[in-house]
Nanobody, 120 residues
């Protein structure tokens, strides 16, 4: 079992930056690839970014590539998402997840989510 707790979400203006964090506890965090996902009102949850268990490889959704950066610190059991140049369409609940594999198609554990609201 892995417990995930996200933090850092809040109301910001378009163009602002925000950093989300996810702290893990329970089973060995460093064994898992990790990902960030988001769900906008009335829409399905979508993939945002993923990072391998080593931290050596990352991948992003096309909509955030070049603006968002995922990172992890295995010593602190933490995965972060740095979000720059935020847009109103980035609004949603952001979830971190422990991935079954790097594709992100299956998530073994979810956090409870943190709300990000970007006003225009």
């Amino acid at each position: 079992q892995v417990q995930l707790v996200e933090s850092g979400g809040r109301l910001v203006q378009a163009g602002d930056s925000l950093r989300l964090s996810c702290v893990a506890s329970g089973r060995t965090f460093s064994n898992y690839h990790m990902g960030w996902f988001r769900q906008a009102p009335g829409k399905e949850r979508e993939f945002v970014a993923a990072i391998t268990w080593t931290g050596w490889s990352t991948r992003y959704a096309a909509s955030v590539k070049g603006r968002f950066t995922i990172s992890r610190d295995n010593a602190k059991n933490t995965v972060s998402l740095q979000m720059n140049s935020l847009k109103p369409e980035d609004t949603g609940i952001y979830y971190c997840g422990a991935l079954r594999d790097y594709s992100g198609s299956v998530v073994d554990y979810w956090g409870q989510g943190t709300q990000v609201t970007v006003s225009s």
